[in-house]
């Protein structure tokens, strides 16, 4: 049984799931339709403080489409509010 998998955003690095079982990370990938692009282990030291010893931790690295196509929407919003305000010509302030 593997403990500490890690569901991470390929593209921007955003951990969507932090220290779940395996088959758990992998229902949420197929829950929301994401590709694995990249399956890391990691030796992980612990400190004294920890009780000392290592750590497996498992990194899983998705792409998200709909993640994707929101951050791109959003960007083109935000492209279309500047060009509309014109904010680099003084557009979009109050004048006294």
Do not use: C
Request: aromatic fraction near 8%; charge should be negative.
């Amino acid at each position: 049984m593997e403990l500490n998998v890690d569901v991470i955003d390929n593209e921007t690095g955003e951990i969507y799931r932090e220290g779940v079982l395996l088959a758990v990370a992998h229902l949420f990938i197929a829950s929301v339709k994401g590709k694995i692009s990249k399956d890391e282990v990691d030796i992980i030291d612990l400190d004294d403080i920890d009780g000392g010893g290592q750590i497996e931790v498992r990194s899983i690295y998705v792409d998200f489409p709909e993640e994707k196509l929101k951050r791109e929407l959003s960007a083109d919003a935000i492209i279309r509010a500047r060009d509309f305000w014109q904010y680099e010509n003084g557009g979009g302030r109050v004048h006294q």
